[in-house]
């Protein structure tokens, strides 16, 4: 008889508790759409996560990650879906990682989640991402591929964003290829200096406000200028 009641009672709560999960499920989800409404991000993570626990979802957990980096919340992005190289990952988890392991400077993870972007949907934007992480891993031969693929596809309407000045700027994705590739040149061969500068000065045809190019410019003939006096 106990035994029975025992079942009874452990019936009736599980009853109880699945309609308390469904409810809450719903009031969340509602909540979710009028955070959206509001563009409230605290209150769309807030609701996304209790979402997640009363019912695990990848996509969710996809979404949820996307709004943090929106939010530059890296380190709580990769925490919700992780760093490692997962090809079975959908492409909105692969941009999270990537964007958020280069914000983090992790060059090297970043750059496997990128390539696996490339693969996906090659296009001039993720071919400047993998270039640019190549430069910084030392990969300077594997960047010059990409970057004449980006100075071949490169639109004249696309601009990347930059944010060494204290005011984020914006210049040609054409002329910034020119400049990873004079980068790319130089760092192959000192020697080469001269080539470096002229690509810089292809850049800043294109481009004559592009401030890191003018910069490069700069650091190149200062370098360049005490080897001359020394000739002389």
Do not use: C, W
Not at 159 to 177: C, H, I, W
């Amino acid at each position: 008889m106990r035994k029975f009641a025992f079942v009874a009672l452990f019936i009736t709560s599980f009853i109880v508790n699945a309609q308390s999960n469904g409810e809450l499920q719903k009031h969340y989800e509602a909540f979710y759409k009028e955070m959206r409404m509001q563009s409230d991000v605290i209150g769309m993570i807030n609701a996304l996560t209790h979402l997640n626990i009363l019912s695990p979802s990848q996509s969710r957990k996809d979404t949820l990650a996307y709004i943090y980096v929106n939010n530059n919340q890296h380190m709580q992005a990769l925490n919700t879906i992780g760093i490692d190289k997962n090809e079975a990952d959908s492409d909105l988890a692969v941009q999270v990682k990537a964007i958020s392991l280069k914000a983090i400077n992790q060059p090297k993870r970043a750059l496997e989640q990128f390539e696996i972007l490339n693969m996906r949907n090659p296009n001039a934007y993720i071919a400047y991402e993998i270039a640019d992480l190549k430069i910084q891993t030392g990969d300077n031969a594997g960047a010059i591929t990409n970057i004449e693929y980006g100075i071949a596809n490169a639109q004249n309407d696309m601009k990347y964003a930059f944010y060494e000045r204290q005011q984020p700027y914006e210049a040609s994705l054409k002329a910034a290829f020119f400049h990873l590739k004079a980068l790319a040149v130089y760092n192959q061969d000192k020697e080469k200096i001269d080539e470096a500068i002229a690509l810089i000065d292809e850049a800043l045809k294109i481009d004559p406000n592009f401030n890191l190019a003018s910069l490069s410019k700069q650091a190149l003939e200062s370098r360049k200028t005490p080897a001359t006096e020394q000739k002389e």
